[in-house]
């Protein structure tokens, strides 16, 4: 049900112009664009025309013509009715991109303009159905004592035990919160959280992830709706300190981070379901590994090829959103 939803955009929305504002969304076609690859100029140089004149159209300036309309339909490979459904384009939403920096820009937009197109597929087909059966608290940091200490106030809030977070999926789910499994176009993408006002928060994981690696992506991405409503430069920072802090509280696995190898990196693995990485970056971060033992680890790692397959995955318990069902059956 879920993978039909997720391509049938079109199909959902069709009429949508009939039912309300029947104008041309500019916004669509910048949001068409960009999930496409395009830059004005690409896109200009297909259909025939100038950039300064494309330009003019996605700015609101200049009205499309009914054949400009077409070759979008078809070079965008989207229903006319795409063009013309009203809604927040590109709402105001904190993004998470754990490797930013060696992501073009250009792919970051794709990302976020194919996230977006999700966003509104999704919105129209569950409405403002609320669900939540726990609280999804704002929380500044910089009024609450930092980001370390709104993890420690969110376990607590949500009475999580000592120890590891069991089924961290589920937690965030009975917020309200619909949680997407989604193949982006690079595996440098961990996840995106969007949201729209009056809407409720949609967390969107990349599938092709290993499990121990979703699962500190959905806690950061948790971290950004908790924390943070205005991005600015210390975002993805808090995020990660929030995380960290969530998944392995440093007064719990803080003693146990003493002589690390990659023996011990691996039962930590398991006990605290995160990845070896992951674990030796929370180490080095509370100072409980020189620097010098730290990049040795991280030779290791790489010399047994643990950068990209790391071991114990299996015993990492497999968590599926289930949010975005429930709430289509409830709608029907």
């Not at 704002?138 to 993890?151: F, H, I, R, T």
Request: glycine letters at 6%.
């Amino acid at each position: 049900m879920i993978q039909k939803l997720l391509f049938a955009a079109d199909e959902i929305l069709a009429d949508n112009s009939q039912r309300g504002d029947s104008s041309f969304n500019k916004g669509m076609l910048t949001l068409a664009r960009e999930a496409r690859g395009f830059n004005q100029k690409d896109l200009a140089g297909q259909i025939g025309c100038t950039q300064s004149r494309l330009s003019k159209i996605e700015s609101g300036e200049l009205p499309p013509q009914e054949n400009d309309i077409q070759k979008f339909v078809s070079i965008l490979r989207r229903s006319r009715d795409f063009f013309f459904q009203q809604g927040e384009t590109m709402p105001a939403s904190v993004s998470f991109y754990r490797k930013k920096l060696a992501m073009p820009l250009k792919m970051l937009r794709q990302c976020n303009a194919q996230m977006n197109i999700r966003r509104l597929e999704i919105e129209q087909s569950v409405g403002n159905i609320n669900l939540a059966k726990r609280e999804l608290p704002k929380l500044a940091p910089e009024e609450n004592g930092g980001a370390k200490s709104v993890a420690q106030m969110m376990r607590e809030k949500w009475e999580i035990k000592k120890g590891a977070v069991q089924n961290l999926m589920k937690l965030v789910e009975e917020t309200g919160c619909v949680i997407v499994d989604y193949s982006f176009p690079t595996t440098k993408l961990d996840g995106l959280c969007i949201r729209a006002s009056e809407k409720p928060p949609i967390i969107f994981l990349n599938k092709d992830l290993p499990k121990s690696r979703r699962r500190l992506s959905l806690a950061h991405e948790l971290g950004h709706l908790v924390m943070h409503t205005n991005p600015h430069e210390k975002v993805e920072d808090e995020a990660w300190e929030f995380a960290g802090e969530f998944l392995m509280p440093s007064a719990e696995i803080g003693k146990q981070l003493n002589g690390l190898n990659l023996d011990k990196l691996g039962e930590l693995k398991k006990q605290w379901g995160v990845s070896m990485q992951a674990i030796l970056y929370r180490a080095r971060k509370m100072g409980k590994i020189s620097e010098s033992n730290c990049r040795f680890l991280w030779m290791q790692i790489g010399k047994c090829g643990y950068r990209i397959n790391e071991p114990f995955e299996d015993v990492i318990p497999d968590e599926k959103p289930t949010e975005l069902e429930t709430r289509l059956k409830t709608d029907t």
